[in-house]
Nanobody
Framework: QVQLVESGGGLVQAGGSLRLSCAAS????????MGWFRQAPGKEREFVAAINWSGRPISYPDFVKGRFTISRDNAKNTVYLQLNSLKPEDTAVYYC????????????????????WGQGTQVTVSS
């Protein structure tokens, strides 16, 4: 069982930055791939970033390339999402998720494959 708690969301002006954190419970954090997803009102949940157990990210979706960066610290049981050059269309609830796998492939972009989810953190970008 893994429990995930996100933090770091908030209100920021367009062009600004935020750093989201996701703290995981349990002693086997390093066995999990971690993902970040987001969901805006009236829209489906979408993939933002994912990283395998050893710290290797998979390809980012085009809408975040060059702006967002995922990283993890297995010693701290924490995964991060650095959000730079934020745009109003980035406004959403951001969720982290965990999946017990050693895979490093596009399966990490599928939200339905993740087993554990945090409660989400709101990111609001004003224009």
């Amino acid at each position: 069982q893994v429990q995930l708690v996100e933090s770091g969301g908030g209100l920021v002006q367009a062009g600004g930055s935020l750093r989201l954190s996701c703290a995981a419970s349990g002693r086997t954090f390093s066995s999990y791939a971690m993902g970040w997803f987001r969901q805006a009102p009236g829209k489906e949940r979408e993939f933002v970033a994912a990283i395998n157990w050893s710290g290797r990210p998979i390809s980012y979706p085009d809408f975040v390339k060059g702006r967002f960066t995922i990283s993890r610290d297995n010693a701290k049981n924490t995964v991060y999402l650095q959000l730079n050059s934020l745009k109003p269309e980035d406004t959403a609830v951001y969720y982290c998720a965990a999946k017990a796998t050693v895979a490093w492939d596009t399966s990490l972009s599928r939200f339905r494959d993740y087993e554990y989810w945090g409660q989400g953190t709101q990111v609001t970008v004003s224009s």
